[in-house]
């Protein structure tokens, strides 16, 4: 399974960007994806997650209520909409993939990873 994560830009506080994750390769019409990210200096930290078949969604509590995760199965791509963003929220953005249907928000449980995408919040 390949990940590719795009939608990620330079932003003012305030602003939305939809980030997207491809998957291609071998894909699986059951576990779940998960979103990452990983600001400087600090360590990667689960922003949210999606059960492919079933579509439960789960967040961070830094993000409830700005972010939503959505997926549509028939192009096996996961996206991102943040809105209400901050400065906080600048940071590398990872999709990951796990074989497992459970979303969790252990970095080491998802088998899959995608290479990021630079998401900046200015002020």
């Known amino acids: 399974v390949q990940l590719q994560a795009y939608g990620g830009g330079l932003v003012q506080a305030g602003d939305s960007l939809r980030l997207s994750c491809a998957a291609s390769?071998?894909?699986?019409?059951?576990?779940?994806m998960g979103w990452f990210r990983q600001a400087p200096g600090k360590e990667r930290e689960f922003v949210s997650g999606i059960r492919w078949s079933a579509g439960d969604t789960y967040y961070a509590d830094f993000v409830k209520g700005r972010f939503t995760i959505s997926r549509d199965n028939a192009k096996n791509t996961v996206y991102l909409q943040m809105n209400s963003l901050t400065p906080e929220d600048t940071a590398v953005y990872y999709c990951a993939a796990r074989r497992g249907a459970v979303v969790t928000s252990t970095l080491n449980a998802y088998e899959y990873w995608g290479h990021g995408t630079l998401v900046t919040v200015s002020s």
């Open positions: 390769g071998r894909t699986f019409s059951s576990g779940a």
